[in-house]
């Protein structure tokens, strides 16, 4: 069954550093999407992607944000100089259509120290 | 802003019993989807309803779609150990973009 796969599955880096998640989308996918939830809290919208270009972002995705799809399978989410309010999961998600059917990765944990 | 309320929070209950989760909001939404999600890991997608009065069910698991599309309900029947986890409702608009709005989520423990 297709699935939506991330990398890593932990990252830990400190402060001021800049990461990069990774994800590959399902692959007859059309929509693409950044979700967050930090520890003990709801999963949280950050940014849809859809035909090459970001289609909307919440007030979270800021510009220490950004996200690109560098070829026809990859979907990054990079975050210049982490803070320690950035550390929560990080999920992918993708659908066919527009809000329905998102299917979600196994997320990253990310740990800023 | 679109909310979501999701209630209980928190369910306990013996094997053999059944249960439902509610899903609450003021704003009407085009579709809306429940998840499943293991401590760690990202959310499963169960099922998505997009037609107001709609039911679907899973086996054991009932989903209804409230007439005016703003609210939902997760119904399982004699529920079973497995069916222990957190169980999130996410509401899609295209007023909103069709990003995702997520239930607090409502974690059930089905004990044997």
């Known amino acids: 069954e297709p699935e939506v796969t991330q990398t890593p599955s932990h990252q830990v880096t400190q402060m001021g550093q800049e990461v990069i998640l990774r994800c590959v989308p399902i692959s007859n996918h059309l929509y693409f999407y950044w979700y967050r939830q930090i520890l003990g809290q709801k999963v949280e919208f950050l940014v849809s992607?859809?035909?090459?270009?970001?289609?909307?972002k919440s007030e979270i995705f800021d510009d220490q944000f950004s996200v690109e799809r560098p070829d026809g399978s990859n979907f990054t989410l990079k975050i210049r100089s982490t803070k320690l309010e950035d550390s929560a999961m990080y999920f992918c998600?993708?659908?066919?259509?527009?809000?329905?059917?998102?299917?979600f990765g196994q997320g990253t944990r990310l740990t800023v120290v | 802003t679109q909310l979501l309320e999701q209630s209980p929070q928190f369910l306990s209950i013996q094997e053999g019993e059944n249960l439902t989760v509610y899903c609450n909001s003021s704003s009407v939404f085009s579709s809306l989807q429940w998840y499943r999600q293991e401590p760690g890991e990202g959310p499963v997608l169960l099922v998505t309803v997009v037609t107001g009065g709609e039911v679907k069910k899973l086996k054991r698991l009932t989903f209804q779609f409230g007439d005016a599309r703003k609210d939902s309900s997760l119904h399982i029947t004699a529920a079973q150990p497995g069916d222990t986890g957190l169980y999130l409702c996410a509401g899609a608009s295209e007023a909103a973009g069709n990003k995702l709005t997520f239930g607090g989520g409502t974690r059930v423990l089905v004990k044997p």
């Open positions: 998600a993708s659908s066919r259509d527009s809000g329905l059917q998102a299917f």
């Open positions: 992607f859809y035909n090459n270009e970001i289609s909307e």
